[in-house]
């Protein structure tokens, strides 16, 4: 249920566009997503602020991104060349890009608008910056057909650092995410432990 005064989550979806079309979208409310869907060779500008932003089953479409979503998610699903123009100021925390080729990524400055890009089954997926282009989904000694990889933050000299991806607990995490996360719940338990511990300590003095 949403709180009063809040619309729950909706969806605009930009569907089956005519080819050499330039489709203009603006969401009707900031929580509103917007799903690009069987769009091919054409052009979708998204003027304002949405939840998030999904194109699945699309060919050769440019997609122009004015504000960062309310979400900083992104996704690129089942789709053949498409360019993703992410203008000056626009961040984006999580890119995915699923089962998807020429995937290209355009941006002013790769540290200040790239966070993470994930990827699964895919080829030729790159970043471009300032005319250099630099491919994401090659690691060595990896198969990519097999596993997520994770490209972390874009380096300040613009490359990028890249670590295959865990499953843990069906949720994708990385080595250093997991040691992380694990260092977080020893010390949680150390503390609990030590408050139980504290606990029994003043009952017995009663």
Known sequence: MALPGFAGPRRQTIQDLEPGTTQEVSSRCPNE??????CKDCTVNI???TAKISAENCTNVTIRVKL????????ILNSDTVHL????????????????????????NSQEQLEKVWWHKVSNVQVECGGVYHLLDKVEGHNKIQIFQHVCKPLPDGTF?????????????????K????AIQREYERKMA????????????K
């Not at 997503?33 to 069987?38: A, D, E, Q, V």
């Not at 960062?68 to 996704?75: H, I, Y």
């Not at 040691?179 to 694990?182: M, S, T």
């Open 68 to 75: 960062s979503p309310l979400t900083s998610f992104c996704e």
């Open 85 to 108: 123009h992410l203008e000056e100021g626009v961040s984006i925390s999580t890119m995915m890009v699923d089962q998807a080729d020429n995937i290209t990524i355009h941006v002013v």
């Open 47 to 49: 003027n304002n602020r």
């Open 194 to 205: 030590e408050m139980l511990l504290k606990e029994i300590k003043l009952e017995k003095k």
């Open 33 to 38: 997503s917007i799903y690009i869907l069987n």
């Open 179 to 182: 040691v992380a996360h694990d």
């Open 161 to 177: 650092s890249k670590e295959p991806v865990l499953r843990e607990n069906g949720y994708p995490t990385t080595e250093a995410e």
